[in-house]
């Protein structure tokens, strides 16, 4: 899609999150934070790209995206955690502190087009969907992707194949009914949140 058209369509959003970031970030050196921020972006948005995605922005420890298919999105979650995982080993034997990631991730309608202050617009996804995403992101635990019932029916007969274990439902509240959620750990649990 070019991002000079505005359409609503179906998408996949995928949030992923640093976890014990901010911790990192206040006893390393400034250009240090940035460095392994930096190491973590660069990582989500190429296995995104990989999976026909693209990163649509990055906010404190978290970036957010945006792909075409419920397999895809999938993929791309599974690639993140399995690359992070020795990314993270290093920075908790280099600097003594555990990281991992946590996604969310999530379909349905969006709107997307560009959108900004004048000289700084961006290319944007808004509707329901990027909401629910980033609050299953808030959801999972370190090393989790957290999915919802539609991304588990939309992957079909290969959700069975995940070992995803049913949540707690996620409360939408405004008497909307509450969302059927799904996780998936890594193989080790970790101890941090």
């Known amino acids: 899609m070019s991002e000079q058209q505005v359409q609503r369509r179906a998408i996949v959003v995928l949030y992923a999150e640093l976890r014990n970031f901010t911790r990192l970030s206040e006893v390393l050196e400034p250009g240090k934070v940035l460095q392994l921020a930096n190491q973590f972006f ?7 790209a990989a999976q026909r995605g693209k990163v649509l922005a990055v906010h404190n420890d978290y970036a957010f995206a945006v792909l075409g298919g419920a397999a895809n999105a999938l993929k791309a979650a ?12 290093r920075w908790k034997d280099e600097y003594g502190l555990p990281a991992a990631v946590a996604v969310g991730v999530h379909l349905g309608e969006a709107v997307l087009g560009m959108a900004g202050p004048p000289g700084a617009q961006q290319f944007v996804a808004f509707g329901d969907c990027v909401s629910i995403a980033e609050r299953l992101v808030h959801r999972a635990r370190a090393g989790e992707i ?18 995803a274990q049913q949540l707690p439902p996620l409360d939408l509240g405004q008497r909307r009914p509450a969302l059927p959620i799904y996780g998936i750990l890594l193989e080790t649990r970790l101890d941090f949140t």
Do not use: H, I, N, Y
Request: no cysteine.
């Open 78 to 89: 599974q690639e993140v955690q399995r690359e992070f995982a020795p990314m993270g080993e």
């Open 42 to 48: 660069e990582l989500v948005a190429r296995l995104v």
């Open 146 to 163: 957290v999915l919802s019932l539609d991304m588990m029916k939309a992957l079909g007969a290969a959700a069975a194949t995940l070992g």
